[in-house]
Nanobody
Framework: QVQLVESGGGLVQAGGSLRLSCAVS????????MGWYRQTPGKQREWVAG???????NYVDFVKGRFSISRDNAKNTVYLQMNSLKPEDTAVYYC?????????WGQGTQVTVSS
């Protein structure tokens, strides 16, 4: 079975930085995307960033230039470096890995950005 465990969340002041990590246990196969989503109370979960097994990355517009996703395939770990954080970035951040035939989620890690 595959499990994803996020870490690195916390409380930070506006303008600060955090680095989230997501460790994947179990085997994943084929072309896949590892990514980050976030969710605040009363809102839909939204996609933030993704990194494919082939090395491509992409971001939602409102984090471009501030967030950076990377993955270490040897460790089955994906990271999200978050810089210049804003209060509106406050959310529970979820790690995800998906492909044709599977779609796995972590339990989330809280990121709170104070003003």
């Amino acid at each position: 079975q595959v499990q994803l465990v996020e870490s690195g969340g916390g409380l930070v002041q506006a303008g600060g930085s955090l680095r989230l990590s997501c460790a994947v246990s179990g085997s994943i196969f084929g072309v896949n995307v590892m990514g980050w989503y976030r969710q605040t109370p009363g809102k839909q979960r939204e996609w933030v960033a993704g990194a494919t097994s082939g090395g491509s990355t992409n971001y939602v517009d409102f984090v471009k230039g501030r967030f950076s996703i990377s993955r270490d395939n040897a460790k089955n770990t994906v990271y999200l470096q978050m810089n210049s954080l804003k209060p509106e970035d406050t959310a529970v951040y979820y790690c995800n890995v998906k492909s044709v035939g599977y779609d796995y989620w972590g339990q989330g890690t809280q990121v709170t950005v104070s003003s």
